[in-house]
């Protein structure tokens, strides 16, 4: 898995390319090219199997006399007894299209489909960071409990950790949670860099910061307008 993400959320459509390079698409799919069509039928395909879990869901919850149900994960459960999974696929390795050729895919871990009524993320499995300073790493999709877009910064998600990953309109993102004194930051041509409670942060790091208070309050409290 190249660790590409499409996020879906009120007609808007947040695409991360497995190079780190992001865009935002509002209803337009026609110029995409042809890798990025496969992604995109992908999660199409996702919304709507999340749409209709979400009505079955729905109905359960009103026969249960408005108990919650929502959040909920929707997902197949994870290939623990397969040892030898390696398949061949044309040319889609679930979440990616590399070329034309069948391709193997080393492990069978499951893409992720989650969502929090209308709230729609997609993604690839990824690998836990390093604890290297300069490595190449982001949040695992399988964390990831909420996002929302942000006007003018991009795109911020909760995490289960209570981490808030901010996912910024210039292909940069940003990881810090509250009571921990270390942040990730990722560049926009993806290289990573983790900075402790002594160390000087960069003046457009501190820049970014500024907006996670507001985010912080986004996820507090749902009905803010983002």
Not at 95 to 101: G, R
Not at 192 to 219: A, N, Q, W
Request: hydrophobic residues 35%; negative net charge.
């Amino acid at each position: 898995f190249t660790g590409a993400k499409i996020h879906k959320t009120g007609g808007v459509t947040r695409v991360i390319e497995k190079s780190g390079k992001s865009f935002t698409l509002k209803g337009e799919e026609a110029g995409l090219k042809k890798e990025m069509k496969v992604y995109m039928d992908h999660a199409n395909e996702g919304h709507r199997i999340c749409l209709a879990l979400e009505s079955a869901v729905l109905k359960e919850e009103e026969r249960s006399e408005g108990v919650p149900f929502f959040p909920i994960i929707a997902a197949p459960p994870p290939l623990l007894d397969n040892v030898n999974c390696t398949k061949e696929v044309m040319p889609l390795d679930r979440n990616t299209a590399t070329s034309s050729a069948p391709v193997q895919t080393p492990n069978c871990a499951p893409s992720v489909v989650s969502y929090e009524s209308s709230t729609f993320i997609t993604g690839t499995a990824e690998p836990p960071c390093s604890s290297v300073q300069q490595t190449e790493c982001s949040p695992n999709s399988a964390q990831l409990v909420k996002s929302v877009f942000v006007k003018n910064v991009g795109w911020a998600s909760q995490l289960t950790s209570g981490a808030v990953w901010v996912q910024f309109n210039d292909g940069s993102q940003l990881v810090a949670q509250a009571g921990v004194s270390s942040i990730t930051y990722t560049s926009p041509d993806g290289q990573t860099t983790r900075y402790g409670e002594s160390d000087k942060l960069p003046e457009y790091i501190k820049e970014k910061l500024h907006c996670l208070s507001s985010i912080l309050v986004m996820f507090t409290n749902p009905a803010t307008p983002h």
